[in-house]
Structures are given as C-alpha cells and as structure tokens.
C-alpha cells in the first residue's frame, strides 16, 4: 500500500572532476579571475596588526590595527569585526566597530548594529538606523584627505553631483556645503562679448 522511495543522488557535474584517457581522475576545475570577483577575507578568528594594501574587494570579520587601503574596490567591515585605524576605499560597508577615519571615494555605508567614532569624508553617505557614530562628517568631494588619498577630486572621477547624506527610512536629509553649487563657468572664449557703451 505505502511505497518506500529512495532518496535520490545528485547527479554528478561534467566539470566537477575531469577523467584522463589512462582512466586517472584530474582535479577539479578552477574558475578563473575573469569569471569570479577576486576577494580577500580575513576571517573572525583572525588579527592582524600592520597596513593592508589590497588590489581587491577587502572583507573584514576579525580584527585589524593598522591602515586599510583599498582604493579601487569596496570594503566590507562585517558585524563582528574591529578596526582601530583608517580606513581609504572606493565603496565602504561597516556594520562593525571602527575607531578611526574612514575616506571613501564613492560611498558609504553605516550598518545597523556599527560602532562608528573618527571622521567619515565620502561625497555620499548612508546611515541606518541602529547605527551609532560619534565623531565628524565632511561629505565635499573636494575635500583635502580625498584629494591626497586618492590623488584627483572626486568630481574628476565622475559627474558632479549635490553631496547627498541618505537616512534608514529612504528620505534624504539635506547637507550644508560651504559654498553652493553652481553651472559650470563659460571658458573665456565662449563668454558672451560685454557691449562697450
């Protein structure tokens, strides 16, 4: 009346393992770096003490002391890492505990559940709710620590945009800049000619 089935094997994947003609199994496949993202990841079991010069996405779960720079990739600070240094990255995600600056070129983010105390200097931010931060912002794509960091204004790496700072909630709460921002100024030589009457 029931009838007892067998669980199923899965099937095997022609690029698991690759057999010889002699019959010798050979190892797996590896993909190859234009295939996967490269990343790094220093797990949570791991310290570190020194700079970190990374060419590649950067995860952090354990514990670092020292410099992280990353300028051309993205840099995730998972929940249960720590960070007692700076921090320079194109895109930054931090839902750990930092004490330092944290420079990013494009954006960054603030987790909930992070501990944030140093300077943040970003032309665009996102805090979450739940996310706690003591410190300074400075969101001028023109700004000093950017420049020397990255060595050309933001504004040269992409089109020039209002500094924006973004809540958990969606809306977007207005930033202050020092001076306002205006049209691109005529070159001399396409300035309208002044009447001389």
């Known amino acids: 009346m029931f009838h007892k089935t067998k ?3 899965p099937e095997a994947v022609a690029t698991d393992v690759v057999a010889s003609a002699s019959g010798h199994s050979l190892p797996p496949r590896q993909e190859t770096s234009a295939t996967r ?3 790094s990841i220093i797990g949570s079991h791991t310290r570190v003490q020194g700079d970190i010069d990374a060419d590649e996405d950067l ?3 354990g514990y670092v002391q020292g410099t992280i ?3 051309q990739n993205t840099v995730t600070l998972g929940s249960g890492s720590c960070v007692n240094g700076d921090v320079y990255a194109h895109t930054l995600h ?3 505990e930092v004490e330092g600056n944290l420079v990013a070129s494009h954006r960054a983010t603030i987790h ?3 501990n944030v105390r140093g300077m943040i200097v970003t032309p665009c931010l ?3 709710d739940g996310s706690t931060f003591q410190g300074s912002i400075d969101m001028d794509p023109e700004h000093e620590l950017l420049k020397s960091a990255f060595g050309e204004p933001a504004t040269n790496r992409r089109p020039r945009s209002t500094p924006s700072l973004e809540v958990s909630d969606g809306s977007a709460a207005e930033s202050v800049a020092d001076e306002p921002l205006s049209a691109p100024e005529l070159e001399d030589d396409a300035r309208p000619a002044e009447s001389s009457t």
Do not use: D, W
């Open 112 to 114: 909930k559940g992070a």
């Open 7 to 9: 669980a199923r094997q």
């Open 69 to 71: 720079i990353c300028k």
């Open 37 to 39: 993202p490269s990343v």
């Open 94 to 96: 931090v839902s750990g």
């Open 59 to 61: 995860t952090v779960a």
């Open 126 to 128: 996102m805090l979450e």
